[in-house]
């Protein structure tokens, strides 16, 4: 028996390896502080919980469209057009178990072997994993450290283009980074686009989760909406990472394609929780506020600790749940030359628990520096400050 060779090139989400080794270390005893993993320890909003209920107490047990019910599909076209001065209906919405299914089924309808898509690396390492699974040339483009936080190289994304290259995925408020494009960032991508034909995949997972200002979307760009798959989630917003349930957006043939794959492959998102979602729309947003105060205020706990350390100098991003600072003098001062070195020596000497730059992509040769992150979306305040004190002896000790 055989297995597929195709399977050697599907990646893997290593952040989750990162949590097992953590969990390992915890249950020899030791307190672990968790910023390893972008889940969220607060409740889902009880008015969602209720109406989840209800869904199942109403027999919404079975099955259901493949493309998702109506009244979902309704509501998350009038907020995502709302919210980026653009109109949906529902034929441009297919309901996904989860944000990470669009990726892949984007993939899917738009790319045949061979095709080239530009992806951000340092990134989700998904889009990477998919793009290779399903045949194609996987282009990576990165992003320039600045006093404010990191911008993308609109000029090596520009020479990247080729003639094969069939599609960008375009990842605002970022992960593992928390890169945040200006208007002049976004709108040279969206022009890269227009000229060249391309298709867009933006990644608006975190495009909610803004402790300032409001949030942009490169599908509200003229010309871009009828080239743009939005990826929704209803993951970061609500606190229901595992729910498991979001959304693809987009011109309606590609959402046709997209719906396809979804007979293929779960038949249909659970109706229950679909229907649990409307209220999540529609019904009281006091829930979602209330999980983004919390998390505002973690994050400054967090920028605050790794601003007290020697070496580490971070400004106060206005979106995501992450901080990635750059870590090379302490690397320097430590003697270290591996990455991996420093993010197991934090674990076995401060408890501390976090991913590298390596577990987001494929580092380039290009790059010179070491950089770790941090998600605080699963930690309170008290744990942050008592890890980050733990953090500072081992990060200024040679």
Request: proline share 5%; net charge negative; aromatic share 10%.
């Amino acid at each position: 028996m055989q297995y597929a060779e195709q399977l050697n090139m599907l990646g893997t989400e290593t952040a989750f390896a990162v949590s097992a080794q953590a969990k390992a270390w915890a249950d020899k005893g030791h307190k672990v502080y968790p910023f390893h993993l972008g889940d969220i320890n607060i409740a889902t909003p009880e008015n969602i919980v209720e109406a989840t209920l209800k869904g199942i107490r109403d027999g919404k047990t079975g099955y259901c469209p493949s493309e998702g019910i109506l009244p979902l599909r309704e509501a998350l076209a009038n907020d995502v057009g709302s919210r980026r001065g653009l109109t949906y209906g529902p034929d441009n919405v297919s309901i996904q178990p989860g944000g990470k299914p669009t990726i892949g089924k984007f993939i899917a309808a738009i790319m045949n072997p061979g095709d080239e898509v530009l992806y951000p690396n340092p990134g989700y390492p998904i889009y990477e994993s998919q793009i290779e699974y399903q045949g194609g040339n996987a282009l990576p483009y990165g992003y320039v450290q600045t006093n404010t936080g990191f911008n993308i190289d609109i000029d090596f994304l520009k020479d990247c283009i080729t003639d094969k290259t069939e599609a960008i995925i375009y990842n605002n408020y970022q992960n593992p980074i928390s890169a945040e494009s200006s208007q002049q960032e976004m709108e040279a991508i969206a022009q890269l686009a227009i000229d060249n034909d391309l298709w867009v995949l933006a990644d608006e997972a975190y495009h909610e989760m803004i402790y300032e200002g409001e949030s942009r979307s490169i599908a509200s760009i003229p010309g871009m909406q009828e080239r743009t798959v939005i990826l929704y989630t209803f993951s970061k917003k609500y606190a229901m990472t595992g729910w498991r349930v979001g959304g693809a957006i987009g011109p309606e043939q590609v959402i046709r394609y997209i719906s396809k794959l979804n007979v293929n492959a779960e038949s249909c998102t659970t109706h229950f929780i679909q229907d649990a979602m409307v209220e999540a729309l529609t019904g009281d947003a006091s829930g979602p506020e209330k999980i983004l105060i919390t998390l505002g205020e973690r994050r400054d706990a967090a920028v605050a600790g790794l601003n007290a350390i020697k070496c580490i100098n971070i400004p106060t991003p206005r979106s995501t749940f992450y901080l990635f600072p750059n870590v090379t003098e302490i690397m320097q001062r430590k003697g270290l030359d591996k990455i991996e070195q420093l993010r197991v020596g934090a674990l076995e000497n401060a408890n501390v628990s976090f991913c590298t730059r390596d577990h987001f992509g494929r580092p380039q040769e290009r790059e010179r520096e070491f950089f770790i992150r941090f998600a605080y979306s699963g930690i309170t305040v008290e744990d942050i400050n008592e890890g980050m004190v733990k953090l500072k002896t081992y990060f200024e000790s040679k």
